[in-house]
């Protein structure tokens, strides 16, 4: 039934929003999945997956378009850029390592809003109370933290940039949360 | 608002990002269908609620996601250690509601006869 | 006692009141007494007065780590209500209600209750469920409590907001009329007054630092700073740190301490008339007679003592009550401070004896332990003088947590679906 | 007429800072008034000769000007931009003039010269403190009626806001190395210290322009530089650093606990036309890792008779006035003090041409220096005098002056008198971070003694006065080296704390100790006479320290005072709380961001555009938004609702379920896990297969309920109501992580990752079979409770045959962003079959009509399974699971508990009230004894008639018996029954 073939309706569709100092916009459609993996059995994971599972607290590994993020001591964000819109490459490839794992695949349950410019940092401070300065969240640390009254995933892509990762009903309220950050940031 | 050290993410993180969990170090009873009521009562409700120091669980719910224990005195909130959960309760020395923290900002109140 | 009255304060204002003689005593302690009372809040100086009152018991001390009246009594929100669902709840917060009505009169000390009504709004349908549950328990046992429109829930408050637009809309209210608040000093220096007129003896600045026992474990007395003190019974009402007492004896009770915060505008003219709860977004206000608005925050997530807390508790009741009363959003935060209150798993007192004859316990009062306080006190000596609980406070024994008999009036407003 | 003189005819030509040719208008009380910028509300005033600005609080006593800053007791004020932007009770020492702006006084009916409202201060010696305690009682109604209301109005200051503010306020998390609140000289030393090792530096201070007691204090230069233009270039430089922060107009209200610092910042309400993005004021939420505490002292007042008139001051705010802002405070300034700076206030204002007209020093012999000066001016100076009363109904005209002992009082005509007692280190700060003070005997003064966090204090705060030592222990504070240099003319001592001379404990005399809330010397020691030995006893029975300035003036005197009728030393008396916030902060700043769609976030289902579409109403559950039902054109709520329900059971409905919570469970002791979670047992439970389970606490009552499927031997899709999603997984964490750590199990939040549609009703299958491939459907091949991984018009899918409402019925998971495009292609098909969409209500009767509880509604957390008669599905033979022993317990398994039964109305019209209380005799007295309530209530469309869910005390071993409802207006008869009303066979739902 090929007129049946579902097109996928993303969330924050429409939204847009930013100041002279920040730009905030929503991230393309990725995979993802919530890897859970006991220490010693890290390294099986990561060949198949073609990213190394980072092990330190608050950092992240990035190839291929893919990014490991350390969440905690057992568990893993990984974040395919791009990807197939049916059926998740991410699912399949810790399959195939055999090791012990938990992968759910979280690609909808997760949206992302990208935060850039001058004025990132002081944006997302306007919820999050983590130190966002380059010396304690450098260039491609990740942590798990809240924004306002939501839980996000904040990944700092570069010196300027961040990706929010919000569940997919904080959304709106992330993103009305940064715009306001946003404009404050431009002040 | 708190500054809780996480023994996983091994950084200093907001209270905002964690949950407290209750005193630490009671175990479920391994045969928890035989005990009596009395002993029920004791594991499911009575709390040392100690005024001093106190071993507590917390999650950092909005973090790495990780139950932990901590040492904290519960007169200055000032926190003695964090670790990791599974480990034996660390021994600190008594801090008791000493003259070194101060209870309350009555604490400079003198006394009324 | 010299009586308190118009004629007395106009006697006074011609002579510059230099007649007033002290409201209460502060005598050394005695070496023993029948009963002490640990905790000069409003319950254990209420408990005293009761003693000599209705049980003919004057020998009685309350003994006080620091200035009576300044625990929780002198830290809360002073609302009264007794609109509680279950039986227990309903029996001694209405038999304190009753109290609260004429307790100035019978202390002769204007404690200013002023029955202006708790309304409690409802947002959802689980609210709406949970509260009529309530008002028809409270009718039929006798309790007003009333069902209101939002648009008579809005007559009542003008200010309220009840715009179906609203992020929690409201749905309805539940309104006791009897409900409201009274000024907190006043009770504990009311019933200080009138204690000490009729010989108790209340010792401040005195810390509890032990319980002497006996050898078939009956109390004997309290070691104090003020040195040993001795007693037949001991009555321990001391809120926050009724573990730690509760502790001296050995006997380990159901509680956790917390941290509960509060705070005050500065002063305006009148605006809010009576008082307004929403448990749905956490918001507490009324407006004292000196024109602040009082407002009940939240508490603090860990055990602690400090009677300090986080600046998040704050914020998050001013988000809750500036989105039910926007025309507050440039009103001034004057004072915040915090209690320390002792809370029971199943949110309800406990009231009764414990396993150390002599010794009786009145704690875990949590975060409602003000509206209680003359009939906790009226029951608490009754159980001290008799030995065993008054009808009205029979199921708040210690006892209810072994058989599972709890009162769970938090469950009871389970968040439903 | 120049700019300069219409600015004021006591505006000095030459003096202060402000820029005469930039001006603003504002009015007061209706008068129009120029000024300049940077004038205050009060400077501006002074200019124009205003002294009187407001009310008192009890008496009504006209009132004016005390200070130039922050500890204003007196000079509240209503300011507002426009209707809806107006604050009551601003410090018109604080408030900034923009043009345009319009201040009112307070606390006056029906003008503030007259006053209706200043009768109370004929009645005084009756309002002594307290006196409400003793009397208003009789009769006992009239408290409420008729002394409250009078009371009440009679209090209160400002004006509440009576229009939604607005403006927008915005909040910030920050961090920092140190913060340094105060930027005086001892604040800026040690910023620069600070700044030069590199450390990140937040400077804060809560003037427009850093400076602190260089405002006033001209005499004093730094590194040979005026000071305040020092303090100036200072900030210049530091603002330039990259690792500095420096907030002029800020605040630092509050330090809690582990470093952590409130901040206000005060944006726009000194601008006149302030830009739309600009926040009316910002929070700052900072952790700092060290605190300097550099927040100056603040001068006391003398405490004498009739002290409050307009036109007393403090001498430093009449310098800061002169100064800084180029105002004259009087033409004949009368001069009263214990302490040297009063001194150097006289001679600013004597150069400035300003005639004192004398300086009374209580003190028999002040400096030399002191004397010398004021002889070279041509001052006189009254040495071991007292001023004992003032004169001047709403201005002071006249001070009587007196030798100390009595005698030989004159009076003296003055337009000002500007007094000083000294000065109070501000340690208010270090209280709120919990360190403890000791008391300066030789200074009387409290000062900074143990710390509790990581700061520490420098300069006035820290009782250190000599400029050299304040410079040193800035820099040391800093933690870096500066070299810097200060020097100024006068070395300051004295000071008293007390009542002065004519004010004693045998005197009867109004000298005001608490100003805004007109607490007098004797009103304290009457609360002494009365009882009240505690410092915390006398605050609140006198209510000093307790107004708006909270105690900032007031707190030493009248702790001296007390001390004195006590007889006791001061530190055996202590000193009253210091509290945050330090000034008194905004609702709208403390709330930030957290106001109307951010004050709570709102979560939408993927479908929740296509169900608003459809016309639906939304219902809050929790966060959550949930279609509630879909009104067609001219249906009220309960004929949607019938309709919906009809349907569902004769066609079918679709129904949005994607607010379930899901949690993905996964690993190979997955049902290891479950069993020790759920009562129920699951290691039988086969891959494709799903069933319903309980949930308990260790306590035994039913804490959440759900169907969980087995996709494969170590993967389970588990679903939780939908407000308990959140804690049901913490719970679960609780016990993996720390009672069960030797499970090989992972958990993970899967709710928002599928969309949920389900089908329900006779034709669902036909529905839905167009659209699902790899999953056979027919009743044999996935019969009711099966699960299957399939795809679903292109999308994985995860496909249940489940049923909430006793119907053949099908849930349809798709990943979310899938879920409008399956939702609107099953609706498309669906609805010319004639199905229905349906939302949470019907959902409710549907599956109240089968008997199916609803947890949080039919249960409330004291409900066993059994009690809600779900004792099949607690296991029996489970060696353990959570609740297993708490379910034994006396009183759980008792005879008589409530049990969830159905109750049917004996007339089948009338629906029962949801929270009805049922009772075996209606006609009982109160208080009446009470059996349970109804918890579920409908009317059953399909039924064709109410039907009811209750708990009932026996409930289930009184099937048939009559009970009764008594409701407010009436009493409904009703019967016990079953839960089941539909279909009581239960054939339907396996289609």
Same mark, same amino acid.
């Given at each position: &039934?090929?007129?049946?073939?579902?097109? %996928?309706?993303?969330?924050?569709?429409?939204?847009?929003?930013?100041?002279?100092?920040?730009?905030?916009?929503?991230?393309?459609?990725?995979?993802?999945?919530?890897?859970?993996?006991?220490?010693?059995?890290?390294?099986?994971?990561?060949?198949?997956?073609?990213?190394?599972?980072?092990?330190?607290?608050?950092?992240?590994?990035?190839?291929?378009?893919?990014?490991?993020?350390?969440?905690?001591?057992?568990?893993?964000?990984?974040?395919?850029?791009? =990807?197939?819109?049916?059926?998740?490459?991410?699912?399949?490839?810790?399959?195939?390592?055999?090791?012990?794992?938990?992968?759910?695949?979280?690609?909808?349950?997760?949206?992302?809003?990208?935060?850039?410019?001058?004025?990132?940092?002081?944006?997302?401070?306007?919820?999050?109370?983590?130190?966002?300065?380059?010396?304690?969240?450098?260039?491609?640390?990740?942590?798990?933290?809240?924004?306002?009254?939501?839980?996000?995933?904040?990944?700092?892509?570069?010196?300027?940039?961040?990706?929010?990762?919000?569940?997919?009903?904080?959304?709106?309220?992330?993103?009305?949360?940064?715009?306001?950050?946003?404009?404050?940031?431009?002040? | 608002?708190?500054?809780?050290?996480?023994?996983?993410?091994?950084?200093? %993180?907001?209270?905002?990002?964690?949950?407290?969990?209750?005193?630490?170090?009671?175990?479920?009873?391994?045969?928890?269908?035989?005990?009596?009521?009395?002993?029920?009562?004791?594991?499911?409700?009575?709390?040392?609620?100690?005024?001093?120091?106190?071993?507590?669980?917390?999650?950092?719910?909005?973090?790495?996601?990780?139950?932990?224990?901590?040492?904290?005195?519960?007169?200055?909130?000032?926190?003695?250690?964090?670790?990791?959960?599974?480990?034996?309760?660390?021994?600190?020395?008594?801090?008791?509601?000493?003259?070194?923290?101060?209870?309350?900002?009555?604490?400079?109140?003198?006394?009324?006869? | 006692?010299?009586?308190?009255?118009?004629?007395?304060?106009?006697?006074?204002?011609?002579?510059?009141?230099?007649?007033?003689?002290?409201?209460?005593?502060?005598?050394?302690?005695?070496?023993?007494?029948?009963?002490?009372?640990?905790?000069?809040?409003?319950?254990?100086?209420?408990?005293?007065?009761?003693?000599?009152?209705?049980?003919?018991?004057?020998?009685?001390?309350?003994?006080?780590?620091?200035?009576? =009246?300044?625990?929780?009594?002198?830290?809360?929100?002073?609302?009264?209500?007794?609109?509680?669902?279950?039986?227990?709840?309903?029996?001694?917060?209405?038999?304190?209600?009753?109290?609260?009505?004429?307790?100035?009169?019978?202390?002769?000390?204007?404690?200013?209750?002023?029955?202006?009504?708790?309304?409690?709004?409802?947002?959802?349908?689980?609210? &709406?469920?949970?509260?009529?549950?309530?008002?028809?328990?409270?009718?039929?046992?006798?309790?007003?409590?009333?069902?209101?429109?939002?648009?008579?829930?809005?007559?009542?408050?003008?200010?309220?907001?009840?715009?179906?637009?609203?992020?929690?809309?409201?749905?309805?209210?539940?309104?006791?009329?009897?409900?409201?608040?009274?000024?907190?000093?006043?009770?504990?220096?009311?019933?200080?007054?009138?204690?000490?007129?009729?010989?108790?003896?209340?010792?401040?600045?005195?810390?509890?630092?032990?319980?002497?026992?006996?050898?078939?474990?009956?109390?004997?007395?309290?070691?104090?700073?003020?040195?040993?003190?001795?007693?037949?019974?001991?009555?321990?009402?001391?809120?926050?740190?009724?573990?730690?007492?509760?502790?001296?004896?050995?006997?380990?009770?159901?509680?956790?301490?917390?941290?509960?915060?509060?705070?005050?505008?500065?002063?305006?003219?009148?605006?809010?008339?009576?008082?307004?709860?929403?448990?749905?977004?956490?918001?507490?206000?009324?407006?004292?007679?000196?024109?602040?608005?009082?407002?009940?925050?939240?508490?603090?997530?860990?055990?602690?003592?400090?009677?300090? =807390?986080?600046?998040?508790?704050?914020?998050?009741?001013?988000?809750?009550?500036?989105?039910?009363?926007?025309?507050?959003?440039?009103?001034?935060? &004057?004072?915040?401070?915090?209690?320390?209150?002792?809370?029971?798993?199943?949110?309800?007192?406990?009231?009764?004896?414990?396993?150390?004859?002599?010794?009786?316990?009145?704690?875990?009062?949590?975060?409602?332990?003000?509206?209680?306080?003359?009939?906790?006190?009226?029951?608490?000596?009754?159980?001290?003088?008799?030995?065993?609980?008054?009808?009205?406070?029979?199921?708040?024994?210690?006892?209810?947590?072994?058989?599972?008999?709890?009162?769970?009036?938090?469950?009871?407003?389970?968040?439903?679906? | 007429?120049?700019?300069?003189?219409?600015? $004021?005819?006591?505006?000095?030509?030459?003096?202060?800072?402000?820029?005469?040719? %930039?001006?603003?208008?504002?009015?007061?009380?209706?008068?129009?008034?120029?000024?300049?910028?940077?004038?205050?509300?009060?400077?501006?005033?002074?200019?124009?000769?205003?002294?009187?600005?407001?009310?008192?609080?009890?008496?009504?006593?006209?009132?004016?000007?005390?200070?130039?800053?922050?500890?204003?007791?007196?000079?509240?004020?209503?300011?507002?931009?426009?209707?809806?932007?107006?604050?009551?009770?601003?410090?018109?020492?604080?408030?900034?003039?923009?043009?345009?702006?319009?201040?009112?006084?307070?606390?006056?009916?029906?003008?503030?010269?007259?006053?209706?409202?200043?009768?109370?201060?004929?009645?005084?010696?009756?309002?002594?403190?307290?006196?409400?305690?003793?009397?208003?009682?009789?009769?006992?109604?009239?408290?409420?009626?008729?002394?409250?209301?009078?009371?009440?109005?009679?209090?209160?200051?400002?004006?509440?806001?009576?229009?939604?503010?607005?403006?927008?306020?915005?909040?910030?998390?920050?961090?920092?190395?140190?913060?340094?609140?105060?930027?005086?000289?001892?604040?800026?030393?040690?910023?620069?210290?600070?700044?030069?090792?590199?450390?990140?530096?937040?400077?804060?201070?809560?003037?427009?322009?850093?400076?602190?007691?260089?405002?006033?204090?001209?005499?004093?230069?730094?590194?040979?530089?005026?000071?305040?233009?020092?303090?100036?270039?200072?900030?210049?430089?530091?603002?330039?650093?990259? @690792?500095?922060?420096?907030?002029?107009?800020?605040?630092?209200?509050?330090?809690?606990?582990?470093?952590?610092?409130?901040?206000?910042?005060?944006?726009?309400?000194?601008?006149?036309?302030?830009?739309?993005?600009?926040?009316?004021?910002?929070?700052?939420?900072?952790?700092?890792?060290?605190?300097?505490?550099?927040?100056?002292?603040?001068?006391?007042?003398?405490?004498?008779?009739?002290?409050?008139?307009?036109?007393? &001051?403090?001498?430093?705010?009449?310098?800061?006035?002169?100064?800084?802002?180029?105002?004259?405070?009087?033409?004949?300034?009368?001069?009263?003090?214990?302490?040297?700076?009063?001194?150097?206030?006289?001679?600013?204002?004597?150069?400035?041409?300003?005639?004192?007209?004398?300086?009374? *020093?209580?003190?028999?012999?002040?400096?030399?220096?002191?004397?010398?000066?004021?002889?070279?001016?041509?001052?006189?100076?009254?040495?071991?005098?007292?001023?004992?009363?003032?004169?001047?109904?709403?201005?002071?005209?006249?001070?009587?002056?007196?030798?100390?002992?009595?005698?030989?009082?004159?009076?003296?005509?003055?337009?000002?008198?500007?007094?000083?007692?000294?000065?109070?280190?501000?340690?208010?700060?270090?209280?709120?971070?919990?360190?403890?003070?000791?008391?300066?005997?030789?200074?009387?003064?409290?000062?900074?003694?143990?710390?509790?966090?990581?700061?520490?204090?420098?300069?006035?705060?820290?009782?250190?006065?000599?400029?050299?030592?304040?410079?040193?222990?800035?820099?040391?504070?800093?933690?870096?080296?500066?070299?810097?240099? $200060?020097?100024?003319?006068?070395?300051?001592?004295?000071?008293?704390?007390?009542?002065?001379?004519?004010?004693?404990?045998?005197?009867?005399?109004?000298?005001?100790?608490?100003?805004?809330?007109?607490?007098?010397?004797?009103?304290?020691?009457?609360?002494?006479?009365?009882?009240?030995?505690?410092?915390?006893?006398?605050?609140?029975?006198?209510?000093?320290?307790?107004?708006?300035?909270?105690?900032?003036?007031?707190?030493?005197?009248?702790?001296?005072?007390?001390?004195?009728?006590?007889?006791?030393?001061?530190?055996?008396?202590?000193?009253?709380?210091?509290?945050?916030?330090?000034?008194?902060?905004?609702?709208?700043?403390?709330?930030?961001?957290?106001?109307?769609?951010?004050?709570?976030?709102?979560?939408?289902?993927?479908?929740?555009?296509?169900?608003?579409?459809?016309?639906?109403?939304?219902?809050?559950?929790?966060?959550?938004?949930?279609?509630?039902?879909?009104?067609?054109?001219?249906?009220?709520?309960?004929?949607?609702?019938?309709?919906?329900?009809?349907?569902?059971?004769?066609?079918?409905?679709?129904?949005?379920?994607?607010?379930?919570?899901?949690?993905?469970?996964?690993?190979?002791?997955?049902?290891?896990?479950?069993?020790?979670?759920?009562?129920?047992?699951?290691?039988?439970?086969?891959?494709?297969?799903?069933?319903?389970?309980?949930?308990?606490?260790?306590?035994?009552?039913?804490?959440?309920?759900?169907?969980?499927?087995?996709?494969?031997?170590?993967?389970?899709?588990?679903?939780?109501?939908?407000?308990?999603?959140?804690?049901?997984?913490?719970?679960?964490?609780?016990?993996?992580?720390?009672?069960?750590?030797?499970?090989?199990?992972?958990?993970?939040?899967?709710?928002?990752?599928?969309?949920?549609?389900?089908?329900?009703?006779?034709?669902?299958?036909?529905?839905?079979?167009?659209?699902?491939?790899?999953?056979?459907?027919?009743?044999?091949?996935?019969?009711?409770?099966?699960?299957?991984?399939?795809?679903?018009?292109?999308?994985?899918?995860?496909?249940?045959?489940?049923?909430?409402?006793?119907?053949?019925?099908?849930?349809?998971?798709?990943?979310?962003?899938? =879920?409008?495009?399956?939702?609107?292609?099953?609706?498309?098909?669906?609805?010319?079959?004639?199905?229905?969409?349906?939302?949470?209500?019907?959902?409710?009767?549907?599956?109240?009509?089968?008997?199916?509880?609803?947890?949080?509604?039919?249960?409330?957390?004291?409900?066993?399974?059994?009690?809600?008669?779900?004792?099949?599905?607690?296991?029996?033979?489970?060696?353990?699971?959570?609740?297993?022993?708490?379910?034994?317990?006396?009183?759980?398994?008792?005879?008589?508990?409530?049990?969830?039964?159905?109750?049917?109305?004996?007339?089948?019209?009338?629906?029962?009230?949801?929270?009805?209380?049922?009772?075996?005799?209606?006609?009982?007295?109160?208080?009446?004894?009470?059996? $349970?309530?109804?918890?579920?209530?409908?009317?059953?469309? @399909?039924?064709?008639?109410?039907?009811?869910?209750?708990?009932?005390?026996?409930? %289930?071993?009184?099937?048939?018996?009559?009970?009764?409802?008594?409701?407010?207006?009436?009493?409904?008869?009703?019967?016990?029954?079953?839960?089941?009303?539909? *279909?009581?066979?239960?054939?339907?739902?396996?289609?």
């Amino acid at each position: &039934m090929a007129d049946h073939i579902a097109v %996928r309706t993303l969330p924050l569709t429409g939204f847009h929003g930013g100041s002279s100092a920040v730009r905030l916009e929503a991230a393309a459609p990725a995979e993802r999945i919530s890897l859970r993996v006991r220490a010693e059995d890290v390294a099986a994971l990561s060949g198949p997956l073609g990213i190394d599972l980072p092990v330190k607290p608050k950092t992240s590994s990035s190839d291929n378009g893919r990014t490991a993020l350390w969440l905690g001591p057992d568990e893993w964000l990984v974040i395919a850029e791009g =990807g197939s819109d049916v059926g998740n490459s991410l699912m399949q490839a810790a399959k195939n390592s055999g090791a012990l794992h938990s992968a759910a695949d979280v690609s909808h349950r997760n949206t992302a809003i990208l935060v850039s410019g001058q004025g990132a940092a002081a944006a997302i401070n306007a919820g999050c109370p983590q130190d966002l300065s380059l010396k304690a969240f450098p260039v491609g640390a990740c942590s798990r933290t809240v924004l306002g009254k939501v839980e996000i995933v904040l990944l700092r892509t570069a010196e300027e940039a961040f990706r929010v990762e919000v569940w997919r009903s904080f959304s709106d309220y992330a993103f009305g949360l940064l715009a306001e950050g946003a404009q404050d940031a431009a002040v | 608002m708190l500054l809780i050290h996480c023994p996983y993410c091994e950084e200093d %993180r907001s209270e905002l990002e964690f949950r407290w969990a209750g005193e630490a170090h009671i175990a479920r009873p391994e045969n928890i269908a035989a005990i009596s009521d009395e002993e029920f009562a004791e594991y499911f409700f009575l709390r040392n609620n100690e005024k001093g120091l106190t071993y507590e669980r917390w999650r950092h719910i909005h973090g790495c996601g990780r139950f932990f224990n901590a040492a904290r005195d519960t007169v200055s909130d000032r926190f003695l250690t964090t670790y990791k959960a599974g480990l034996p309760k660390q021994v600190l020395p008594e801090t008791g509601a000493s003259e070194k923290t101060v209870e309350t900002y009555e604490a400079t109140e003198g006394d009324a006869r | 006692m010299r009586r308190y009255s118009v004629f007395a304060v106009a006697r006074e204002a011609m002579r510059a009141h230099k007649g007033w003689e002290a409201q209460w005593s502060s005598p050394e302690p005695r070496s023993a007494y029948d009963v002490i009372i640990v905790g000069a809040g409003g319950h254990g100086l209420g408990a005293a007065y009761y003693l000599a009152k209705e049980h003919g018991i004057t020998n009685v001390a309350v003994i006080e780590k620091g200035w009576l =009246g300044g625990g929780n009594t002198g830290r809360n929100t002073t609302i009264i209500r007794s609109n509680y669902l279950y039986e227990e709840s309903m029996d001694i917060y209405e038999h304190s209600l009753k109290l609260w009505e004429g307790l100035s009169q019978d202390l002769n000390y204007n404690v200013m209750y002023s029955p202006r009504g708790v309304m409690m709004l409802s947002h959802n349908t689980h609210d &709406m469920q949970s509260f009529k549950r309530h008002i028809n328990a409270n009718r039929l046992y006798g309790i007003d409590n009333e069902w209101l429109t939002p648009e008579e829930a809005k007559a009542y408050v003008p200010v309220l907001d009840i715009a179906k637009t609203a992020r929690y809309p409201i749905n309805g209210a539940a309104l006791q009329r009897r409900g409201g608040t009274a000024r907190h000093d006043a009770v504990a220096w009311g019933y200080a007054r009138a204690a000490s007129d009729r010989g108790v003896h209340i010792i401040q600045n005195c810390e509890v630092t032990g319980i002497r026992r006996g050898p078939n474990g009956e109390v004997l007395g309290v070691e104090t700073s003020k040195g040993f003190i001795g007693a037949k019974k001991i009555g321990v009402s001391a809120a926050g740190h009724s573990s730690v007492v509760m502790e001296m004896a050995g006997v380990r009770v159901p509680l956790h301490s917390t941290p509960l915060q509060a705070l005050v505008s500065e002063p305006l003219k009148p605006i809010f008339p009576c008082v307004v709860m929403s448990n749905t977004v956490h918001a507490y206000i009324s407006q004292s007679d000196k024109g602040e608005l009082v407002i009940g925050a939240g508490t603090d997530q860990y055990n602690s003592y400090s009677q300090t =807390g986080g600046l998040q508790i704050i914020t998050h009741t001013l988000d809750a009550i500036c989105e039910l009363f926007p025309i507050f959003r440039r009103v001034k935060m &004057m004072r915040q401070w915090g209690g320390i209150t002792d809370n029971t798993p199943d949110r309800s007192p406990i009231q009764g004896v414990t396993p150390v004859p002599g010794l009786f316990v009145n704690c875990g009062w949590g975060t409602g332990g003000f509206k209680a306080t003359p009939g906790s006190a009226n029951l608490f000596a009754h159980l001290i003088a008799r030995g065993e609980p008054h009808r009205l406070a029979a199921g708040l024994t210690l006892d209810r947590f072994r058989t599972g008999r709890l009162i769970d009036e938090a469950a009871a407003a389970a968040v439903a679906h | 007429m120049s700019a300069s003189s219409n600015s $004021g005819a006591y505006r000095i030509k030459g003096a202060g800072r402000l820029t005469p040719a %930039r001006t603003a208008r504002f009015t007061f009380d209706g008068k129009s008034y120029t000024a300049l910028e940077g004038d205050t509300v009060a400077s501006a005033l002074l200019a124009h000769g205003v002294h009187l600005l407001g009310r008192s609080f009890k008496y009504h006593r006209p009132r004016g000007i005390l200070s130039a800053g922050p500890e204003e007791p007196n000079a509240l004020i209503d300011v507002s931009r426009d209707a809806a932007r107006r604050q009551p009770n601003v410090r018109a020492t604080v408030q900034e003039v923009f043009d345009g702006a319009k201040i009112a006084s307070q606390n006056r009916w029906p003008s503030l010269k007259f006053d209706v409202g200043a009768i109370n201060n004929l009645f005084s010696p009756f309002f002594a403190a307290g006196f409400y305690y003793k009397t208003f009682m009789w009769p006992r109604e009239a408290w409420v009626k008729v002394y409250e209301p009078f009371i009440r109005r009679a209090a209160g200051l400002g004006v509440a806001p009576t229009e939604e503010d607005p403006d927008h306020y915005a909040s910030r998390y920050a961090h920092c190395d140190v913060l340094i609140a105060g930027a005086g000289v001892a604040g800026l030393t040690a910023a620069l210290s600070a700044a030069a090792t590199g450390q990140s530096v937040f400077l804060v201070d809560e003037q427009p322009q850093v400076g602190g007691a260089l405002h006033y204090d001209a005499a004093t230069t730094i590194d040979g530089q005026n000071g305040y233009d020092w303090a100036q270039r200072t900030a210049a430089k530091l603002r330039a650093m990259p @690792n500095v922060t420096v907030l002029t107009r800020t605040t630092v209200f509050g330090y809690y606990n582990h470093g952590f610092l409130g901040l206000v910042e005060r944006v726009t309400d000194h601008v006149a036309k302030p830009g739309k993005d600009l926040p009316r004021e910002r929070l700052w939420q900072v952790r700092a890792k060290r605190v300097v505490l550099a927040t100056g002292s603040i001068e006391r007042h003398m405490v004498f008779a009739n002290n409050d008139r307009p036109g007393i &001051m403090l001498a430093s705010a009449a310098r800061t006035f002169l100064n800084h802002h180029g105002v004259a405070v009087g033409r004949q300034v009368g001069v009263y003090t214990a302490h040297d700076s009063a001194y150097e206030a006289a001679f600013d204002l004597k150069r400035a041409g300003v005639s004192i007209a004398a300086i009374v *020093d209580n003190r028999p012999d002040p400096s030399e220096a002191l004397l010398a000066e004021a002889r070279a001016l041509g001052i006189s100076v009254l040495s071991g005098h007292a001023v004992t009363d003032t004169g001047g109904r709403l201005r002071t005209s006249s001070m009587t002056v007196a030798r100390n002992g009595g005698g030989d009082a004159r009076k003296i005509a003055v337009d000002a008198l500007i007094v000083s007692a000294g000065w109070t280190p501000s340690v208010h700060l270090f209280s709120q971070s919990r360190g403890k003070l000791r008391f300066d005997e030789a200074n009387q003064r409290f000062l900074p003694d143990i710390y509790a966090q990581d700061c520490v204090s420098i300069g006035a705060c820290n009782g250190t006065d000599d400029l050299a030592e304040l410079i040193g222990e800035a820099i040391a504070a800093g933690g870096g080296s500066v070299a810097l240099s $200060g020097e100024n003319r006068f070395e300051w001592t004295g000071g008293m704390i007390g009542a002065a001379e004519g004010a004693g404990p045998d005197t009867t005399v109004k000298a005001f100790v608490d100003f805004q809330h007109d607490v007098t010397a004797k009103d304290i020691r009457l609360a002494v006479r009365e009882g009240m030995h505690s410092i915390e006893h006398i605050k609140r029975f006198t209510t000093n320290g307790m107004a708006s300035d909270q105690g900032k003036l007031s707190n030493m005197h009248g702790l001296a005072i007390a001390a004195e009728m006590l007889d006791r030393p001061i530190p055996k008396v202590g000193l009253t709380t210091f509290r945050a916030p330090y000034t008194p902060v905004t609702y709208g700043t403390l709330v930030g961001h957290s106001r109307g769609e951010l004050f709570d976030p709102a979560r939408k289902t993927p479908m929740h555009a296509l169900e608003t579409a459809e016309g639906a109403e939304f219902e809050d559950v929790g966060n959550w938004k949930r279609a509630w039902y879909y009104p067609k054109r001219g249906e009220d709520m309960l004929a949607a609702v019938n309709r919906e329900c009809r349907t569902v059971r004769e066609v079918a409905g679709v129904f949005n379920g994607s607010t379930l919570g899901k949690i993905e469970v996964v690993g190979p002791d997955a049902a290891e896990f479950l069993n020790l979670l759920y009562t129920n047992a699951w290691g039988n439970l086969k891959p494709g297969k799903s069933r319903y389970g309980i949930m308990t606490r260790e306590d035994g009552f039913v804490y959440d309920d759900g169907v969980v499927g087995r996709l494969a031997e170590d993967r389970f899709h588990v679903t939780t109501t939908t407000g308990g999603a959140p804690r049901v997984l913490h719970h679960m964490e609780d016990y993996l992580q720390t009672e069960f750590p030797h499970l090989r199990v992972w958990l993970t939040s899967t709710t928002e990752q599928w969309a949920v549609i389900a089908v329900q009703g006779p034709k669902a299958r036909e529905i839905i079979e167009p659209f699902v491939e790899g999953v056979d459907l027919s009743n044999e091949a996935f019969p009711h409770m099966s699960v299957a991984e399939c795809s679903v018009m292109g999308a994985p899918a995860r496909l249940f045959r489940v049923s909430f409402t006793g119907e053949l019925g099908y849930e349809i998971n798709v990943p979310a962003d899938y =879920g409008p495009a399956v939702w609107k292609a099953i609706w498309e098909r669906a609805e010319p079959m004639g199905a229905c969409l349906y939302g949470t209500e019907t959902m409710h009767v549907l599956r109240a009509e089968k008997g199916y509880i609803i947890v949080g509604q039919d249960t409330d957390g004291t409900v066993t399974p059994d009690d809600a008669g779900l004792a099949w599905a607690v296991s029996s033979k489970k060696p353990d699971f959570v609740g297993i022993r708490g379910l034994k317990r006396p009183d759980l398994v008792r005879e008589g508990r409530k049990q969830l039964v159905g109750l049917l109305t004996k007339d089948p019209n009338v629906v029962l009230e949801e929270g009805g209380q049922i009772v075996v005799d209606p006609n009982q007295p109160k208080p009446m004894t009470m059996l $349970g309530h109804v918890t579920s209530a409908y009317w059953s469309e @399909n039924c064709g008639r109410s039907i009811a869910l209750a708990l009932v005390a026996g409930g %289930r071993a009184r099937m048939g018996e009559t009970l009764y409802v008594p409701l407010a207006d009436r009493t409904i008869e009703v019967e016990v029954t079953d839960m089941v009303f539909f *279909d009581k066979q239960g054939g339907r739902i396996h289609g």
